[in-house]
């Protein structure tokens, strides 16, 4: 109850018109930048942060939510009608999705395809009403020792779930944390490895390093690879609308496991993408027409949207009640939730009441406003597509170097942005992930501060992370993910070995 009062204190917030202006202009935003190559979700906030920094927390952060969730439609928008994925989740759409805009049932998949996205990430923000106050209430007992443990417990998470070589994790969470200790050490005050610059007094700030890393490395992604716009066009009605929606009830289970699927990839480091094809295989492995899967069944576009969806929504829970971003966009709304002197985590429930649950009401009001939007807009956006390469990668280009610029005013935030936009981009011919580079960079110092505090604490002793229940349980929990992929390892060539063996005992 005391959950929903504060919910309604919050709409009264969210719903004043100068946030409703922001809501939309951001769902605009974000539309535009899931629809156009090399940007996305993280790009798009990491581009546009910096146009907030002039504003009242509470407009710039539902402003900067609002970028997501138009970012997580438009992307929909590219995978049906061109083929084109919009982000790494949106691949599972275009399985179904683009058959179907190819047999003319363009409209019909991206309603399909909207209304999944609002379902789950109305599941999500669900989540975050009830859960996420429970959590930082929880989180309210802890100290420098189990803030260490959680930090810990994320990094082997992101470590022991991650999809990716476990070693190419390893390396960009490394290079993360080699470039948060860059400037000056807060504990003891000396300076570390700024090499007599004065520039790197300050460290790397990480908008800088995000805008490089994600905005410029897609630039040079896509100029490589090349963009060719094939595709239907879209005429999306009232009567298309509603006669979808009176066929999607008959999907409630395929909604109902997907949002439970994305609600906890998303609260766990396992991604919108990883939520994505399992919602699509789940829903491939309980479907009655599992065989037109791929040819362009609506329950194929449906599962993988409203998956992404609901994990990219339910990543916001850690980071405002634990101050540790489950995703990459979380990560970069934590660092711009710094950048405005306030800190994530079960404090910010206790001394910013206004702000949190104006953030959360906008988050219904966001989404809901978004489908709308994007459901009246689908033509006018997919035109954008039809705009030559050549003239859009110059004016995000533009966009990314007066971000960087806006940082700190100085020349050399652009000279690094580029920069990083090579390394971006030679990590991602690798195929090393940026997001665990990206977590280590937004909390290194902060694990580091609280390890060296624990250590302060205890005069050196180790086992202070098993002095209690709390820290030990996390600490142990956090040593069997990390390890867990290696017994999966074991106990899969355990039974190779047993299915070998008695396979040759049965040809003997």
Not at 17 to 39: A, F
Not at 303 to 321: D, F, I, N, R, V
Request: glycine share 12%; net charge neutral; proline share 4%.
């Amino acid at each position: 109850m005391e959950e929903l009062n504060a919910l309604m204190g919050g709409f009264a917030v969210a719903m004043s018109w100068h946030n409703v202006g922001l809501m939309l202009v951001g769902i605009l935003l974000g539309i535009v930048v899931g629809v156009l190559p090399g940007l996305g979700g993280p790009n798009g906030v990491a581009i546009l942060l910096p146009l907030t920094f002039s504003m009242e927390p509470t407009s710039a952060i539902i402003m900067l939510s609002c970028i997501y969730w138009g970012a997580l439609f438009g992307g929909a928008i590219t995978s049906i009608l061109f083929n084109i994925p919009g982000e790494a989740w949106s691949v599972a759409t275009t399985f179904d999705g683009y058959p179907l805009a190819q047999q003319g049932e363009a409209g019909r998949a991206l309603t399909s395809a909207f209304t999944g996205s609002f379902l789950g990430a109305l599941a999500g923000v669900l989540l975050i009403t009830f859960l996420a106050p429970m959590v930082a209430k929880f989180a309210l007992r802890f100290g420098p020792p189990e803030f260490f443990a959680v930090y810990f417990l994320t990094f082997c998470s992101f470590i022991g779930m991650g999809k990716e070589a476990k070693a190419k994790i390893v390396i960009a969470m490394c290079i993360g944390f080699a470039l948060a200790a860059v400037g000056m050490d807060t504990v003891s005050g000396t300076l570390r490895m700024t090499f007599g610059s004065t520039e790197l007094l300050r460290g790397f700030d990480f908008l800088v390093v995000v805008i490089g890393l994600f905005g410029i490395s897609e630039i040079l992604m896509t100029m490589e690879e090349g963009v060719a716009f094939r595709g239907k066009r879209a005429n999306i009605d009232l009567k298309v609308v509603l006669k979808t929606w009176a066929e999607l009830p008959r999907y409630w289970m395929t909604l109902i496991r997907s949002s439970i699927i994305g609600c906890w990839l998303g609260v766990t480091p396992g991604g919108a993408t990883a939520a994505s094809f399992m919602g699509y295989g789940v829903a491939k492995r309980f479907s009655r027409q599992r065989d037109t899967f791929g040819k362009g069944n609506v329950e194929g576009v449906i599962a993988p949207e409203c998956a992404a969806h609901a994990a990219g929504t339910s990543a916001l829970l850690p980071m405002l009640a634990l101050g540790i971003p489950g995703s990459a966009t979380a990560a970069v709304l934590l660092g711009g939730l710094m950048i405005w002197g306030l800190q994530p985590g079960p404090l910010l429930f206790a001394e910013q009441k206004t702000f949190v649950w104006g953030l959360i009401a906008s988050m219904y009001l966001g989404n809901l406003a978004g489908l709308i939007v994007v459901l009246s807009t689908v033509p006018l956006f997919a035109a954008i597509l039809r705009i030559p390469f050549a003239i859009i990668a110059p004016l995000i280009l533009v966009v990314c170097a007066i971000g960087a610029f806006t940082v700190h005013n100085a020349m050399f935030d652009v000279w690094l942005m580029l920069i990083f936009g090579v390394i971006g981009y030679v990590l991602k011919k690798l195929d090393y992930p940026l997001a665990p580079l990206v977590l280590a960079l937004v909390l290194g110092d902060r694990a580091e501060d609280a390890f060296r505090q624990t250590m302060l604490m205890s005069q050196g002793e180790m086992n202070v992370f098993w002095s209690n229940g709390l820290v030990g349980t996390i600490m142990a929990l956090a040593i069997v993910i990390l390890v867990w992929p290696v017994i999966g390892g074991l106990r899969e060539k355990t039974r190779r070995r047993r299915m070998v063996s008695a396979h040759e005992g049965a040809a003997e």
